[in-house]
């Protein structure tokens, strides 16, 4: 878990420590406050024998009835939960969350293929925002929206190593 979220580290060493916080998920639930906005992160995990399928998911609590789920802009589609495919080979899909002063931002990291191949990893960076459009019914009121997508330059077999080596383009 620790060597999982040393990319973090490295992508927080950019910036001015003041600027940007790396959030590790806790053991279930992490607490996050980012502009005035009390979230929680639930982190999951699934079982599956050699491969664990990990879940990330945001949401908003309310003391009159069901949470609000936060979901992800992914290709113009808004998806409620991230999932991370990871083997003993390697890592197929990761995430990293990062809180600043500017609100909070969430990077996800997949790559195709089957496990022990190299291939190149897709970024997807969102950061949190609030749905200013009123006329956008499938907008959600608040939601990660992506803010940039781009490809590796190399092919990695674990998008975690990805992540580390692209640490200068994910902080833009």
């Known amino acids: 878990m620790k060597a999982q979220f040393l990319g973090a580290l490295l992508l927080a060493i950019g910036l001015p420590l003041h600027a940007q916080q790396a959030i590790i998920p806790q053991r279930d639930i992490t607490s996050i406050s980012a502009n005035g ?5 639930l982190y999951t ?3 599956r024998g050699n491969h664990t399928l990990r879940t990330i998911t945001f949401f908003r609590s309310n003391d009159k009835g069901p949470a609000e789920q936060i979901p992800f802009e992914i290709n113009e589609k808004f ?3 991230l999932q991370l495919n990871s083997g ?3 890592a197929i899909s990761a995430f990293r ?3 600043s002063k500017a609100g909070l931002r969430v990077i996800f990291a997949e790559r195709e293929g089957w496990w022990a191949e190299d291939r190149r990893v897709t970024f997807t ?3 949190l925002k609030a749905n200013d459009d009123q006329e956008s019914v499938d907008a959600p009121a608040l939601s990660f929206r992506q803010v940039n997508k781009f490809t590796s330059q190399r ?3 674990d998008v975690n190593q990805a992540m580390d080596a692209d640490a200068a383009r994910l902080k833009k």
């Open 37 to 41: 906005i009390e979230l929680k992160m």
């Open 45 to 47: 995990d699934i079982d």
């Open 79 to 81: 998806v409620p939960t």
């Open 88 to 90: 003993a080979d390697c």
């Open 97 to 99: 969350a990062f809180k």
């Open 125 to 127: 960076v969102m950061e």
């Open 155 to 157: 092919k990695f077999c």
